[in-house]
């Protein structure tokens, strides 16, 4: 399945800002990303004969625009931390010891992860209350930050730092990909008609891909808007501001030492020196990261 192409690993949580990196990636030149689903049934081998998925399905889970997963040179895979066909600690082992991948991790404040859960099972999911559960996020915090230490290879990256150079930086110069030529969808998958773009609500400023024919808006995976544009960074400063709280910031520090904890409270996530901060921190607690089972937060269901 893997061959010998190149592996992008994206690790990160859920809410953390992946499908918009996985999004990045995917278009960019020679690599085909897939969904986060189809990657979780990824077996951490290079050996097809323990993948579970079949060719066809494997073609099926190829982010949008498609493309055709056979003749691309990079594969990416999303979220695989929270694999289903095999312990974390298997992708954590695969990963240190396969010498043509990569692997990001990527972080956001955990204050915006649990408004962005709160927010989804209030207005979307109201079975998932798993996601209201502090104490839970905290110790996938704990899980990705010593998967994190294992793997000293892995570039460090921050969801809001993203939103300043909307990761060129990580895409060129870290990842040594292409994003030039990146391409969003112009023509509806399902009928061929050519895109339009409208609003989505009253609420939602942004315009969105939308295809007049099918009367349907065009997204890709995780509610990603192709026509995305990171220029209100006000709004998401004032939320940010506003999602600060003292009883999970006593749950952080807990779960997972002061100084992660304080990176985050002190902005570290919007600099460049952010990732170099985190890995350092990560480094100073080697004792702490070592003793984590990775094998505790499997899916945060
Ligand atoms: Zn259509």
Not at 118 to 123: D, E, I, L, Q, S
Not at 168 to 196: F, H, K
Request: charged letters at 25%; hydrophobic letters at 35%.
């Amino acid at each position: 399945m893997l061959g010998n192409r190149r592996l992008i690993s994206i690790l990160g949580l859920s809410k953390g800002g992946t499908n918009h990196l996985a999004q990045c990636v995917h278009a960019c030149q020679d690599v085909v990303g897939l969904t986060e689903s189809a990657s979780r049934l990824m077996h951490p081998t290079r050996d097809d004969h323990r993948q579970i998925l079949t060719p066809e399905a494997v073609q099926a889970g190829v982010l949008k625009p498609t493309k055709p997963f056979g003749q691309v040179g990079i594969v990416s895979v999303n979220k695989i931390n929270y694999t289903l066909v095999a312990y974390p600690e298997a992708w954590a082992q695969f990963l240190a010891n396969d010498d043509n991948s990569s692997t990001v991790v990527l972080l956001r404040n955990p204050m915006m992860v649990h408004r962005s859960r709160t927010r989804y099972v209030n207005t979307t999911k109201p079975q998932r209350t798993a996601w209201l559960n502090a104490h839970k996020l905290a110790r996938e915090i704990l899980e990705l930050l010593a998967m994190t230490w294992r793997l000293p290879n892995a570039v460090i990256a921050f969801h809001e730092h993203g939103l300043t150079d909307h990761y060129r930086d990580l895409l060129v110069n870290r990842l040594g990909l292409d994003p030039s030529a990146a391409v969003q969808p112009d023509r509806c998958q399902t009928c061929g008609t050519a895109l339009d773009q409208r609003r989505r609500s009253r609420d939602d400023p942004s315009a969105w891909l939308f295809c007049p024919t099918c009367e349907r808006f065009i997204e890709g995976e995780g509610s990603y808007n192709y026509l995305r544009k990171e220029d209100d960074l006000n709004a998401y400063r004032a939320q940010e501001a506003d999602a600060r709280s003292d009883d999970l910031i006593k749950i952080l520090r807990d779960a997972v030492g002061d100084t992660p904890t304080d990176l985050f409270l002190d902005g570290a996530h919007w600099s460049n020196d952010g990732p170099d901060a985190l890995r350092t921190a990560l480094d100073g607690d080697a004792d702490r990261w070592r003793s984590v089972p990775l094998n505790e937060i499997l899916y945060p269901y």
